[in-house]
């Protein structure tokens, strides 16, 4: 029998000198609790060490998403404070000897931090503005946790350089992140506010000191500004724009609406209800058991709207309240999900009711640019989404005569449309004031979908009736996502590469009738790892690499002509039937 071999001496050395640096006791008592462990043999330490110093975390235009946890490889203060560091050469860099006019003269770059309710989130806020003050940067705070829109807002408001917000999004609670916006002097106007982009992030990346000593990093005792509550006023009076009618102190008939809403445990509590009660809707009934914001996201498996389950309970207290609409928003508050009432058929029993049905991506952002297009029409402004999210609002566009434009997948892409009015991708995120937040917004994007519901049902009519009559007009169009998970990265470049060498010639019993390689371009986008088929049923699928997880990601789309709306059940019924069909003949052209 031989030994099982150990650590790597080197590895150790390389975990010992880190749990020396360790600023956070948490983390560094847990670093030498696996040090030891793996010191006496425990192979799970000895792995788990291994994870953690694989290599440093990856700076690129997500920022840096990760585990919290000590090593190079989480998310964790020292990487935090390197991180700052590297952004503060690189704005100063850019900007040190910048000379303007005026009040602009000399300028010292300035940066804004906002943070979620993860468990990091502010200890990582406040080294961030520590660092940056040290450096010589005006840096400023935001006052507590809030959503990552009124950081977005911020960043244009107060003119700032660049934003940090601190968030892990819908990420597991065990996450956190880093995301980083360009503004002010260091970009145009149609990026100004929005996530970095190529090239940024590589030159961002290009000023980290990944091996710095931490006490070679300055660290001020003060010299920061934390924002006092009129940031929140500030976002809560501009985010009246969006309505048809923003002008509202008091509860207007058109308005009355009763919403359940759900924030998920996040921040979006903190904001949403007075964004309501601002534009003269009564406020929404809060989910009590997800009201405050908790990093252990507790009712919920996974702190998605889309995620199974994550909706039971705001469904649930819809159901007993009879309400006409549920809204949700994603921990950090950039994503927006709605449920809607469905008339049941009577049972035999004669007893039935509505029951409630998820809105998909797709569904929510035709409907948003369907109440938005005619306030878009007379300026000009443009609609865009992303290349993933389905083609039925470029063709509501076009036939009402408004430019559309598809983007990379991302809001880094869709936000810097030149021209934009409003901009919407299939994961939840939609952005209806360019203006004012250059990145998806949850929230304003539920005052506009309840202003929708609200008008409709003065009328008598419903968000369904518009899905249908827009079905009626383009054909039904019922979209879907296969998402194909890997132990290895590297099977993902070898399923894009067997889909390359061996291309489908048929999909779901139709034939493939254009094949484009994004990675050579398309319609003068960026080049991008991803690959779209479109066959002779007018069917479309796109396969790209997940940029965050270890996925193979699917993108869907069947469309059916239909005659009348008699005919619109049946018509709903083949078109689910095919997507079912078309995610089958996917998997088998993959190999799954």
Not at 165 to 184: C, E, F, I, Q, R
Not at 213 to 219: A, F, G, K, V
Not at 535 to 555: F, H, M
């Amino acid at each position: 029998m031989t030994d099982t071999p150990g650590p790597d001496p080197e590895l150790l050395a390389v975990a010992e000198d880190w749990a020396r640096q360790d600023p956070d006791d948490r983390d560094r008592a847990l670093l030498e609790a696996e040090i030891v462990a793996a010191r006496a043999g425990d192979p799970l330490a000895t792995a788990s060490l291994t994870s953690r110093f694989a290599g440093p975390l990856a700076f690129g235009t997500a920022g840096l998403r990760a585990e919290e946890g000590p090593g190079p490889a989480r998310m964790n203060r020292a990487v935090v404070r390197r991180t700052a560091a590297g952004l503060a050469r690189y704005l100063l860099a850019r900007l040190g000897d910048a000379r303007g006019d005026g009040a602009d003269a000399a300028r010292p770059p300035r940066v804004v931090v906002g943070y979620d309710a993860r468990r990091g989130s502010e200890r990582f806020a406040l080294d961030s503005v520590a660092v940056f003050a040290a450096a010589g940067l005006e840096a400023v705070l935001m006052p507590r946790p809030l959503p990552t829109p009124v950081l977005a807002f911020a960043v244009r408001h107060l003119d700032a350089d660049a934003g940090v917000m601190v968030t892990a999004s819908h990420n597991p609670p065990a996450d956190n992140g880093y995301k980083v916006y360009l503004g002010g002097r260091m970009t145009d106007e149609a990026g100004r506010g929005a996530q970095i982009t190529t090239p940024s992030d590589a030159e961002i990346a290009g000023h980290i000191d990944h091996a710095a000593r931490l006490e070679s990093i300055p660290l001020a005792p003060d010299g920061w500004t934390v924002l006092d509550e009129g940031i929140v006023g500030a976002y809560r009076l501009a985010a009246r724009v969006v309505l048809a009618t923003p002008d509202h102190s008091v509860t207007v008939p058109a308005r009355h609406l009763d919403v359940v809403y759900t924030p998920l445990h996040g921040v979006g509590g903190a904001v949403l209800p007075d964004l309501f009660e601002d534009a003269g809707f009564a406020r929404p009934y809060v989910v009590p058991e997800q009201a405050e914001p908790d990093p252990a996201f507790p009712t919920v498996a996974f702190p998605n709207p889309e995620e199974p389950g994550a909706m039971d309970l705001a469904l649930a207290a819809a159901a007993e309240r009879g309400a006409d609409l549920v809204i949700a928003n994603d921990p950090d508050a950039d994503r927006l999900a709605l449920a809607v009432p469905v008339p049941q058929r009577p049972d035999r029993a004669g007893t039935g009711g509505p029951g409630w049905r998820m809105l998909t991506g797709d569904e929510v952002g035709v409907l948003l640019g369907h109440q938005l297009i005619d306030r878009l029409r007379p300026t000009g402004a443009v609609m865009a989404s992303s290349v993933v999210s389905s083609r039925l609002l470029s063709r509501l566009a076009a036939e009402l005569g408004v430019t559309h434009e598809t983007t990379l997948t991302g809001f880094k892409w869709i936000g810097r449309v030149p021209g934009l009015g409003y901009g919407y991708e299939e994961a939840l995120g939609y952005c209806v004031a360019p203006d004012l937040v250059r990145d998806k917004d949850g929230m304003t994007a539920a005052l506009v979908a309840a202003e929708m519901a609200a008008s409709l049902a003065a009328e008598g009519r419903t968000l369904l009736d518009v899905l249908d009559a827009i079905a009626l007009q383009f054909g039904v169009t019922v979209t879907g996502q296969l998402s194909l998970r890997v132990a290895d990265t590297a099977l993902l470049e070898a399923m894009m590469t067997r889909l390359r060498v061996t291309p489908p010639t048929s999909l779901a019993g139709h034939d493939v009738t254009a094949a484009v390689d994004l990675s050579q371009g398309y319609r003068g986008l960026p080049a991008t790892d991803a690959l779209m088929y479109t066959t002779a049923d007018d069917s479309r699928v796109v396969v790209r690499p997940s940029g965050t997880e270890p996925k193979l990601k699917c993108y869907l789309e069947v469309v059916r002509p239909v005659d009348s709306a008699a005919d619109l059940p049946t018509v709903r019924a083949e078109a689910g039937a095919a997507l079912e069909q078309l995610e089958r003949s996917v998997a088998e052209a993959l190999g799954q």
